[in-house]
């Protein structure tokens, strides 16, 4: 299955794209938002891309030959170690790649037996299997509902906490029949989508990863930058929504100064979904949120 890009078209549009501009696409994947940005730049524009998939930079090596792009192999975490110039604009797809599904050895989906891994970076980091196997009930329990949005979250934490007691839990099917087999859901989602949600998130620190980057690209955007982020979980929706809200800063009564506001950013979107054909043709799109923010 080939990996779509989500509010393509909406997203790199409302960049407002200056052709010989500095921008980042700080999610690269399969580089459908970067072959978009580079369509608008002419040869004096430059574009910056960083994915810590390593299949995602062999890719983009291959696949890609154009001198105006230079692309990192790090998670966006990493941003302020990079050390780039000042920058136009960035965009980041919170969204896991196709790719990571229809592959059955990356660990990601619950429909395909693989080995249970789910990191982005394969190379390094614990794996979702050392995950389950070790995590303290009481801690799954909370990242289950933290970042799953169980509502089960304590009944399947136990029934892991059982089941690797006698057994180690080592693929992705073993892990979903489990949860499956015992927990009742008038959903028509699987019953293990939320507690694969939740381990992935966790695994890959992706809502830590969020909060380092947003600090790091503050200091490289120019005047007038645009940010456009697009984002599929509620959690790191709120994340981006808050660091861009304008900030009250009080003092005490005692000191004789009114309460300052932070407006740093401007919203140029405040909420953007998917169009209904969009979603028609590319489902994974329903649950995609874009906003985008002007720096002052």
Known sequence: MQHIPVLLEESV????????????????????HSKKILSQLNDKGRLFAIDKDPQAISYAKKIIQDKRLK????????LGKLKLPKINGALFDFGVCSTHFDDPKRGFSLNKDGPLDMRMNNLEGISAEKWINETPEEDMTNIFFKYGEEKQSRKIAKLISIYR???????TLQLANLISSSIKSKSRIHPATRIFQAIRIEV????????MMLDALD??????????????????DRIVKN???PKTFS?????PINN??????????KKLRAKPEEVKANPRSRSAVLRVYAKK
Do not use: C, M, W
């Not at 549009?13 to 459908?32: A, E, H, K």
């Open 71 to 78: 692309i990192f192999h790090h998670d966006f975490a990493d």
């Open 165 to 171: 007691s006698e057994q180690r839990i080592k693929s």
């Open 219 to 236: 200091k490289i955007l120019l005047p007038g930058a645009r940010v456009a982020i697009i984002s599929f979980h509620s959690l790191e």
């Open 204 to 211: 890959n620190q992706e809502i830590s990863a969020i909060e």
């Open 243 to 245: 660091y861009y809200s």
């Open 13 to 32: 549009s409302l960049l407002n794209i200056q052709p010989d501009g500095v921008y980042l696409d700080g999610t690269f994947g399969r580089g459908g």
């Open 251 to 255: 003092y005490p009564k005692e000191i």
């Open 260 to 269: 300052t506001i932070d407006e740093s950013y401007r919203a140029v979107k």
